[in-house]
Antibody
């Protein structure tokens, strides 16, 4: 079965960087893309799409809001996707999700990782 | 930028009742809309894609309709596990989500 398993929770100081991994299994890694979505904590906090990467083509799309601080990568040998966010502030405190996507472009997200809580605090 | 507006923010219903959730797009998006359900502590789950297609394993009590700017998600008879937050999502090169509708027990 399709599985996306993310790395564990992180606590970071303001100004630091964080790198979250998303280990996939149960499907051919290069025939699908990966999107990253985040959700700030607390009631009423919605979902924010961050970016998409295609392991097959190497194409990447970033949210304009995050493009200066966000880097998405993949490692096909280990079928793992990575999300790195730099210059963290308290506004980046959120649960970060990876989701399986289409290889050509962002689409609908049929499979999700379990989420990784990133807390930014001094 | 296309904005998705969901209404109501909160819907109070009893088990067995019918629930109707709305998502309105700020411009014509065809049928490029999906719906997700999220329960506390869990990742979102895709319910509906392309406005009206149920995702794998989704019960028939969930249905979606609409095109252009106005979309609805209907839950025909609420089960206890359906009390959750529901989000709509635009499929595009830069996907966006609505702010959600919370379906709570009346």
């Amino acid at each position: 079965q399709v599985q996306l398993v993310q790395s564990g929770a992180e606590v970071k100081n303001p100004g630091a960087s964080v790198k979250v991994s998303c280990k996939t299994s149960g499907y051919t890694f290069t025939t699908y893309g990966i999107s990253w979505i985040r959700q700030a904590p607390g009631p009423g906090q919605g979902l924010e799409w961050m970016g998409w990467i295609s392991p097959q083509s190497g194409n990447i799309k970033y949210s304009q809001h995050l493009q200066d601080r966000l880097t998405l990568t993949t490692d096909s040998s280990t079928t793992t996707a990575y999300m790195e966010l730099t210059s963290l502030t308290s506004d980046d405190t959120a649960t970060y999700y990876c989701a399986r996507d289409q290889w050509e472009q962002p689409n609908f997200f049929h499979y999700w990782g379990q989420g990784t809580l990133v807390t930014v605090s001094s | 930028e296309i904005v998705l507006t969901q209404s109501p923010a909160t819907l109070s219903l009893s088990p067995g009742e019918r629930g109707t959730l709305s998502c309105r797009a700020s411009q014509n998006i065809g049928r490029n809309l999906g719906w997700y359900q999220q329960t506390p502590g869990q990742a979102p789950r895709l319910l509906i894609f392309d406005a009206s297609n149920r995702a794998t394993g989704i019960p028939a009590r969930f249905s979606g309709r609409g095109s252009g700017t106005d979309f609805t998600l209907t839950i025909s008879s609420l089960e206890p596990e359906d009390f959750a937050v529901y989000y709509c999502q635009l499929r595009s090169d830069w996907p966006t989500f609505g702010h959600g509708t919370k379906v709570e027990i009346k």
